[in-house]
């Protein structure tokens, strides 16, 4: 397996220098070698990239993903965290939806005020029970 510099595996996984750096003081990666002051990493590192973005994009913190390599930089994903992460997205997603249907009701509501309408009433005590 060849080796990328920094500059490199920058350009390719649009992750700039800094973050690299960032990530492999945390210990999320590791680069194989240095040309001279520059480092130098393994192809795998752009997998390992992939995956940080995806549990990120997910809402997990660094610490959370770094728990999810093995000690060589293996993923190791553990599936029940997986699925209770997939849950409480899907909450999200329904709540969200929820909220674009307020907001879309409130923009085209016809009623003289919003608080006079019935439709857009009964979607308030809806969020009011998704906040208990």
Do not use: W
């Not at 930089?73 to 909220?99: C, K, M, S, T």
């Amino acid at each position: 397996m060849g080796l990328l510099d920094i500059g490199v595996l920058s350009r390719r996984s649009g992750v700039p220098a800094s973050t690299l750096r960032y990530y492999e003081e945390v210990g999320l990666i590791q680069s194989r070698a240095r040309r001279g002051l520059r480092r130098q990493y393994g192809e795998e590192t752009l997998t390992q990239l992939m995956l940080i973005f995806l549990g990120k994009t997910a809402g997990f913190s660094l610490q959370e993903i770094g728990e999810m390599f093995d000690k060589d930089g293996a993923p190791n994903l553990p599936r029940p965290v997986l699925h209770a992460r997939a849950d409480a997205l899907e909450r999200q997603i329904r709540r969200l939806a929820a909220l674009k249907d307020t907001l879309r009701h409130v923009a085209d509501c016809p009623a003289p005020s919003h608080m006079q309408c019935p439709h857009f009433q009964k979607l308030l005590r809806i969020s009011q029970r998704e906040l208990d």
